[in-house]
């Protein structure tokens, strides 16, 4: 297994465009989770899948954001009507359904760029 | 609300020196905590974990880090600093099934070391 995959890894839009990232993760890994990462930050979380369900979104995941992983395996992250403030690096990880905590996986990311 | 906090942004060593990480976090009941390292441009790698039992726990790279429950940290510490060291290092915590049915992590903001040849 070659770890957590996203694509693309760079996206350079303009504003007010959509833009859509895939995440394959970890096969066998059931939780699938979204973070976004800005400049001088650390992770933060976005939202997170269990199977094909979304179990739990952030306040920072607005209106234009969505989120899908309709067989429970892929996912993809759709931005519409992107702004300037949507520039960041988009990350998404993977873990097993482990009892316990969750030792989770994180691909190279996305990193977007709105001009 | 978990949080966590890393007080050093910045920390510079010499190739060789030992090395300690600071990070303090606040949950209200037994945490799990995880260091991970992000080089530039990359995603994150999992060093190491904490979920119960030994208190210091060893991780990849040389790595170790101890949990402290009474001081509510969690320290990364490297006995001697290799200059493939340098990158972001984070500290991140979670309650496992929260009640929000979900276990995201909660990240710091990161502390960015620099290695001196």
């Known amino acids: 297994d070659t770890g957590v995959s996203q694509d693309p890894r760079h996206k350079i839009t303009k504003r007010g465009q959509n833009v859509t990232f895939r995440c394959d993760p970890i096969?066998?890994?059931?939780?699938l989770y979204w973070y976004r990462q800005t400049l001088g930050q650390g992770p933060e979380f976005l939202t997170y899948?269990?199977?094909?369900?979304?179990?739990?979104k952030s306040r920072l995941l607005s209106d234009r954001f969505s989120a899908e992983r309709p067989k429970g395996s892929f996912s993809t992250l759709e931005i519409q009507r992107t702004e300037q403030g949507d520039s960041a690096m988009y990350l998404c990880?993977?873990?097993?359904?482990?009892?316990?905590?969750?030792?989770?996986?994180f691909g190279q990311g996305t990193r977007l760029t709105v001009v | 609300a978990q949080s966590v906090t890393q007080p050093d942004i910045h920390i510079t060593v010499s190739e060789g020196a030992s090395l300690e990480l600071r990070c303090n976090y606040s949950?209200?009941?037994?945490?799990?905590l995880f260091w991970y390292v992000q080089s530039p441009g990359q995603g994150l790698q999992l060093l190491l974990k904490?979920?119960?039992?030994?208190?210091l726990v060893q991780g990849i790279k040389g790595f170790e880090a101890e949990f402290k429950r009474s001081q509510s940290s969690f320290n990364l510490r490297k006995p001697s600093v290799h200059w493939s060291d340098a990158a972001e290092y984070f500290c991140?915590?979670?309650?496992?099934?929260?009640?929000?049915?979900?276990?995201?992590?909660?990240f710091g903001k990161g502390t960015k070391l620099s290695v001196i040849p």
């Open positions: 990880a993977s873990s097993p359904e482990t009892g316990g905590g969750t030792e989770a996986f």
């Open positions: 096969s066998e890994h059931n939780r």
């Open positions: 899948f269990q199977n094909e369900a979304q179990l739990e």
């Open positions: 949950y209200g009941a037994t945490p799990y």
């Open positions: 904490y979920f119960s039992g030994d208190t």
């Open positions: 991140a915590v979670t309650g496992g099934k929260s009640g929000a049915g979900s276990y995201q992590l909660t």
